[in-house]
Each structure stands twice: as C-alpha cells, then as structure tokens.
C-alpha cells in the first residue's frame, strides 16, 4: 500500500476514491477550492460507539508511535463513557470532535476523521484502488497539474516553479522534466513551497533528484506497520535535463508548507543544498494512509516517520526553520536578491553585471 506525506485534510478528496486505499492523501492541493457542502446525518450513541471503536482499532494496528496510540485510545474510551460525546449528534460535529480529541493528546497534525454524505465502500482485496478509481485520481490530478503550479523565469535569469503539492508519479514526474529542461540554464533556482501541503514521498525524491549530481541519502521512512525502514535516495537518472549541485537553490517557505513538501525542505537544508528563506513550516513529519472507519466515517493515520541521516531525527512538530527567517510575502523578493548577489559576484560579462545590479536595485 502506498504511504503520503500531507494534511490530514487531503481526506477531503477520498469521498471521489471510495475504495481508497493509497490514493486520497496526496490529491487534494491546498490552492483548490474546498469541498462542496455536504448534508449532514444524525449520529446516535451505538454509530458512535462503533465509529470510536474503529478508530481504537486502527490507532492499535497503525499508528506511529504505540505509546500514543494506547494513550488516544485510552482518552477515547474515557470520553465515551464519561458521555463527552453524547452531545455531538450531528455527523459533522462528531468527526470534529474526534479529531480535535486525538490532536490534544498526540499534538499531531495529520490526524483526522473525516464524515461523507455518500457512502464509501469497504476497500477491495489487497488494498488496491479499482480502475474507476485511479482514473478518477488521475483525472483530479490534472486539473491541478500534478501540484507544479507555474513555472518561468524571472529578471536576471533566475528559475522559479512554484510547487502545491508533489503529485503522483509518473505524471509529475513529467512535469519535473519539463520544468528542469525550461529552467536547464538559468543561473539559479528558486523553489517556491509557500502554499505546498503535502505528497507523494516517490515524487519528492524525483523532484530532488535534479538537484544533486549523483545519488544522494536524502531522508529514511520507519513503517510502524511493516516494521522496516526504507531508505530514500535520489535516482540515478532523471528524465529530464539534471539541474546538478553547482548552482545555488533557494527554497521559499511559509508555516502552510506542510508534510511532504516540508520532506523536501528539510532533506535539502541537511544537505547544505539549498538555502531556506522564509517562515517555519507546519511541523507534519508523518506520513500514512487514510483509513475507512464505516459507511460514512474516515480517518487518516499516520504509519510512518521519517528518520534524517544527518540529524538521526525529523520536523514533527517543530517545523523546518529557514536559513533566512522572513515573513512569506517577502520571501521571494529576498530569495531574489541573495541569488542576483551570488550570481553577480562571479559574472565577468560587464553588460550582464549592470543589468544584473539594476535588478538588484529595483529589489531593494
């Protein structure tokens, strides 16, 4: 089964998915729109005692961290038979209710229960999402360009892709290459994550793959489920032009830059690959799956961690913190700045360099 780094809220998508699985947790990008108005259902005390239970069960079975999972598990049941749910009659409420519950206890940001009006169906055999559906997520995906926002070039030949989400792989993948063989000769990079929510952890190894000039340990994943860590290197060969280590990166971040794409972050500034301008991130290290609780009910659990070669650790909760601290809105114009100085300090070609510092006046 496949794992996501995002916001719990990407459950949002999984009422189009139905059987589910892997899909839901990396298609919904935080620049949509919200989803549409649902009608709310009545709840009554045994559908909450069924849906808590579920959620008890898939806590034991999945969760990161044991110790925590037995710590919601045991705030749960207290609440229940204390009555601290009783009042939550409305579909809507009740989910509410549980996710702000289990974030008190375990302060962690990608847990959630979700309500559907339309019913979601058990998940198939194996885990597998049907045809229907990934043609569905397929379809989700590209209304949103697998999450490569714009890409271009702005004043002093400088590269910048604005990024919401790393999407599936292959289609963006397809996107990367086309982005890095536009962006192949610019003098340096600007990647801009301000407004990026989450992903596929596959797709945040192929974007920074372009990055590095030869396999690079990145970030490993511990899978509480499996019991195994998988290591994270970047590929060998990408499909478009490599962008390579000699030129510098600049990462822009806000505190919406969540989970998969704060992975990428944190990876490249452990890495001394790319410097960070901007706010402190999210602080959503986990990544997992969503999971069906019953016919109307859903949750995501985190299954997974991430462990950093270089700091033996990762951002759960703390955030990635920049290399340059600056509010969102001027993280651009401040990346801007420190590349044109990095640029013009090497350039020779005296009509560049003018053109160069004339930009960099207009900046400051």
Same mark, same amino acid.
């Given at each position: ?11 949002a998508g999984?009422?189009l998915?139905c ?12 620049a949509?729109? @919200? ?5 709310d259902?009545t ?5 909450r ?12 079975r999945s969760?990161?961290?044991p110790?925590?999972a037995a ?7 207290a609440g229940?038979?204390r ?5 939550a009659?409305?579909a809507?409420?009740?989910?509410e ?16 229960v979700?309500y559907?009006?339309?019913a ?5 055999p ?27 070039r702005?004043? @002093? ?5 604005d990024?919401?989400q790393?999407?599936?792989l292959?289609?963006?993948?397809e996107?990367?290459a ?11 990079l ?12 596959d ?19 511990? !899978?509480?489920e ?5 290591q994270? !290197?970047?590929q060998?060969?990408?499909?478009g032009?490599?962008? @390579? ?12 830059t969540?989970?998969?794409c704060?992975?990428l ?5 452990n ?15 986990h ?13 995501f ?13 990762? !951002?759960?909760?703390?955030?990635v ?16 700045v420190?590349?044109?100085?990095a ?11 003018a ?10």
């Amino acid at each position: 089964m496949k794992k996501h780094f995002g916001r719990g809220g990407a459950l949002a998508g999984a009422g189009l998915l139905c059987g589910l699985g892997a899909l839901a947790f990396g298609v919904v990008l935080r620049a949509q729109p @919200g989803p549409p108005p649902q009608k709310d259902m009545t709840v009554d005390a045994p559908m909450r005692k069924e849906v808590i239970a579920a959620v008890i069960a898939n806590l034991d079975r999945s969760y990161v961290f044991p110790d925590k999972a037995a710590a919601m598990d045991a705030r749960l049941r207290a609440g229940l038979q204390r009555g601290e749910f009783d009042d939550a009659d409305s579909a809507e409420r009740f989910a509410e209710r549980l996710t702000s519950t289990l974030r008190e206890e375990s302060h962690d940001a990608h847990l959630e229960v979700r309500y559907f009006e339309h019913a979601v169906p058990p998940q198939a055999p194996g885990g597998e999402p049907s045809a229907r559906e990934k043609a569905e997520e397929t379809a989700q995906q590209q209304r949103f360009n697998f999450g490569v926002e714009s890409v271009g070039r702005l004043h @002093g030949n400088l590269g910048y892709i604005d990024v919401h989400q790393f999407g599936r792989l292959p289609g963006a993948a397809e996107r990367y290459a086309a982005a890095m063989n536009l962006l192949a000769d610019t003098s340096a990079l600007i990647v801009d994550l301000r407004r990026c929510g989450g992903g596929d952890p596959d797709a945040v190894m192929a974007f920074a793959s372009y990055l590095f000039d030869q396999p690079t340990h990145l970030n490993d994943v511990y !899978w509480r489920e499996e019991n195994r860590t998988e290591q994270r !290197w970047t590929q060998a060969k990408v499909a478009g032009r490599r962008y @390579g280590q000699a030129r510098k990166v600049y990462l822009l971040t806000s505190s919406d830059t969540f989970s998969g794409c704060e992975d990428l972050a944190y990876a490249l500034k452990n890495n001394r690959r790319a410097t960070l301008v901007g706010e402190t991130t999210g602080g959503g290290a986990h990544a997992g799956d969503p999971h069906r609780l019953s016919a109307h009910f859903m949750m995501f659990v985190p299954s997974g961690r991430p462990i950093n070669p270089v700091t033996h650790t990762d !951002w759960e909760g703390v955030g990635v913190a920049p290399d340059v601290p600056a509010s969102a809105d001027d993280a651009l114009d401040i990346a801007q700045v420190a590349a044109l100085k990095a640029v013009l300090a090497t350039e020779a070609d005296a009509e560049w360099k003018a053109k160069l510092q004339q930009r960099l006046d207009e900046l400051k």
